[in-house]
């Protein structure tokens, strides 16, 4: 399965903590670590500094406490901590998904499991409140959209139009229809 990865699997760029100046990448590839960092320095002693680089093997990356200090404190402990899960070889493949094919996938769940799904991460509560989302479970559950509830779910959203009940939809789409006919009377 590691196959199917590509040869980056991570990499992230930031700067190092207040008062520094100095930018720092980190790329993680199949085989090896790769810590870079750019001293950024008004200080004449600086202003000649070249940029350095470290490449270590997923192995001795785990045992390096100084490198390993070093991304914690620029970065932080969950960079650090994602960083030793992929030289560990845990790879968290669902993180790779895109968003339009994980929608797709959450459509078919029952609400419970939806509900549930989205205390999972900030992710999945992102996309279990996407109208994207609920566009297609509306979709899914009427046998037809007419236009005016396409309008209707347009203006009021379509996870507020799936959990509104059907009285007050018709009620809904009767004063859209009287909205729209007082407003051809005006013209």
């Known amino acids: 399965m590691a196959s199917w990865l590509p040869e980056t699997l991570f990499e992230i760029v930031g700067q190092g903590p207040a008062p520094s100046k100095d930018y720092y990448q980190i790329l993680v590839k199949r085989s090896q670590v790769i810590f870079r960092w750019w001293k950024i320095s008004l200080r004449s002693e600086h202003r ?16 390096n406490s100084h490198l390993q200090v070093q991304i914690a404190l620029i970065f932080g402990e969950r960079v650090l901590d994602y960083i030793f ?6 790879f968290d493949f669902l993180e790779r998904l895109s968003d339009n094919l994980l ?8 609400l419970e499991d939806i509900a549930r ?12 409140m996407c109208e994207k989302l609920w566009e297609q479970i509306v979709k899914s559950s009427c046998d037809t959209i007419t236009p005016d509830m396409q309008a209707l779910a347009e203006d009021m ?10 009285l007050q939809l018709q009620q809904q789409l009767c004063k859209g229809k009287q909205n729209h006919g007082n407003h051809i ?3």
């Open 48 to 63: 000649s500094a070249q940029p350095g680089e470290v490449k270590e093997t997923h192995e001795d990356f785990l045992e």
């Open 85 to 90: 899960n992929l030289c560990e070889g845990k």
């Open 103 to 110: 929608l797709s996938i959450i459509s078919y769940l029952d």
């Open 117 to 128: 799904l989205s205390q999972t991460s900030r992710r999945f509560a992102k996309l279990c």
């Open 157 to 166: 959203g379509w996870r507020k139009m799936f959990f509104t009940n059907k």
């Open 185 to 187: 009377e005006k013209e």
